[in-house]
């Protein structure tokens, strides 16, 4: 049997502000996972993606440390048109996130944003770009 790829984990300093972004995405988390140790949304096709705390790292790894020197971790986020990587950009950022690379055209063929989630992972919002 080869392993198979089930589970994403992300570390919260603040499990609630980090859901709420994630929610903003559209991601179904209920809001009693704010005040949890653990948290965790079944993607489609059956991916998992988990936050913890920090403690709770720590509980079986005393020694973690946070990463350190740039992002411990990027998602990337499909959306369903250009439009819709500038509307999802302009939401999170006019809620107070931090945008870190605003909207472009990418040579590679689509329209590409990316934002932090409040830990400071990076998240990218990508569409094809219309042909021709």
Known sequence: MKPVLN???L???DM???LAFYRRLGLEIPASADTAPHAEVVLPGGLRLMWDTAETI???DPDWRPP???PGAALAFACADPEEVDCVYADLVGAGYHGHREPWDA???QR???VHDPDGNGVDLYAPLPEG
Do not use: E, P, Q
């Open 16 to 18: 609630g502000k980090t």
């Open 11 to 13: 570390v919260a300093a």
């Open 112 to 114: 590409y944003a990316v």
């Open 7 to 9: 589970a994403v984990g």
């Open 68 to 70: 350190s020197g740039g």
């Open 107 to 109: 040579v590679w063929g």
């Open 58 to 60: 720590r509980s079986f």
